[in-house]
């Protein structure tokens, strides 16, 4: 896939989560077989694995006060955004979290995505 074929679904794909729909751009933007992967844990595979640890995550968060979503650029078939998160996490203090997100494309579709963050 080109830069501009991506560059859009990237767009769509962020403006979905910014709007709070993040199940939902995972359902319509994630292949089948997409890896998932936090910092350097072991990688999640296959969608259902992967909508399973998504809905854990959110299942986690008391509250969520927004996000925030800084640069973005694609090259050479992957996607790169940065992410600011405001959140309070179950039993635990309101929290800021900073995070790069990199995503490789393949056919319209996130194969594998990586989150790059400060844990603690």
Known sequence: MSQNDILPLENELNRTVLQGDILGAFDRFYADDV???ENDEPPTVGKAANRA???AFLAAVETFHGATLGPVAVADGVSFSEWTLDLTFKGAPRSKMHQVSVRTWKDGKVASERFFYQKG
Do not use: D, F, G
């Open 35 to 37: 890896t998932m992967q």
């Open 53 to 55: 640890r998504e809905e």
